[in-house]
C-alpha cells in the first residue's frame, strides 16, 4: 500500500524566501510528526499532531517554522525567510491509532532543503 | 531531557562477523525501544522495537533487549552481511511517543 509521501523531493530556496514542506501520512494514520535531520546527525523532533490538533511543538526552532494540518490527514511545514541554517532534510511520519506507547512510526523519503 | 548517547561510528567490519552497537538512553518513565536503520538512498524504516522491561526485539537477525537497570537497548547480529551496510539509530520514544533519535551508527559491512 501507499507510504508516507513528501513533495517536493528537493527545494532550493535563497535566504529570505518562503517555503512550504507537504506531507501526506498513510491513509487513517492519526499521528503525524515532523522532524528535522541535519547532514550527519540524527533526525530531531520538531511538532506533533494528533489529527487536526498540533499537541507538541516544543521542538520548532524558531518562529519561522509553522506546521498545520487543518483536516486531519495532509501535513504543512512552513518556513519564513529561510536561513542557511535550516538547510536540512525535512522528515515526515506517521503512526497508527493504537493505545500506548510501542508504535511504529513510519517515515516519508523527506525533502532535502538548501538554503543559499 | 529525554536523550540517547550511540556508539560512534563508523564500524567497519568484515561478512559473518559480529556485531554489536551500544545505546543507551535517559528518559522519564519506561519509554518504548527502537531501532531504526537507513539504508543508503532509502528513507528511515523501524529494525525493531521492544516495549517493556527485559523485552527482546527481534529483526532479520538483529537483536536487542531492553534493560531497565543500565537503560540500555544494545543491537547485535551475530553473523552480518554486506547488505546490513547502513546508518543504525537508536531511539526512545518519548513524551507524546516523539522519537529521541541517537546521532547515528554508521556499519560498513566488508566482503
Known amino acids: 500500500g501507499a507510504g508516507v509521501s513528501q513533495s517536493p523531493r528537493y527545494k532550493v530556496a535563497k535566504r529570505g524566501q518562503d517555503v512550504a514542506l507537504r506531507c501526506d501520512p498513510i491513509?487513517?494514520?492519526?499521528?503525524l510528526f515532523w522532524y528535522q535531520q541535519a547532514l550527519g546527525q540524527g533526525p530531531e523532533f520538531l511538532t506533533y499532531f494528533q489529527n487536526e490538533a498540533q499537541l507538541d511543538k516544543s521542538g520548532l526552532p524558531s518562529d519561522r517554522f509553522f506546521a498545520e494540518r487543518p483536516e486531519g490527514s495532509v501535513s504543512t511545514l512552513k518556513i519564513q525567510r529561510t536561513q542557511q541554517e535550516d538547510s536540512a532534510v525535512y522528515l515526515c511520519?506517521?503512526?497508527?491509532?493504537?493505545?500506548?506507547?510501542?508504535?511504529?512510526?513510519?517515515f516519508g523519503p523527506g525533502t532535502r532543503l538548501t538554503v543559499l | 531531557g529525554d536523550s540517547v548517547t550511540q556508539m560512534e561510528g563508523p564500524v567497519t567490519l568484515s561478512e559473518e562477523a559480529f556485531l554489536t552497537i551500544n545505546c543507551t538512553y535517559t528518559a522519564t518513565g519506561y519509554p518504548s525501544l527502537f531501532w531504526y536503520v537507513q539504508y543508503p538512498g532509502e528513507g528511515l524504516q523501524l529494525l525493531l522495537k521492544a516495549t517493556k522491561a527485559d523485552d527482546k526485539g527481534s529483526n532479520k537477525g538483529f537483536e536487542a533487549t531492553y534493560r531497565k537497570e543500565t537503560t540500555s537497548f544494545h543491537l547485535e547480529k551475530g553473523s552480518v552481511q554486506v547488505s546490513d551496510s547502513a546508518v543504525y539509530f537508536c531511539?526512545?520514544?518519548?513524551?507524546?511517543?516523539?522519537?529521541?533519535f541517537g546521532t547515528g551508527t554508521l556499519l560498513a559491512v566488508q566482503p
Open positions: 511520519a506517521s503512526s497508527p491509532p493504537l493505545r500506548g506507547g510501542g508504535r511504529e512510526q513510519f
Open positions: 531511539a526512545p520514544g518519548g513524551a507524546t511517543n516523539k522519537l529521541i
Open positions: 491513509s487513517g494514520h492519526v499521528s
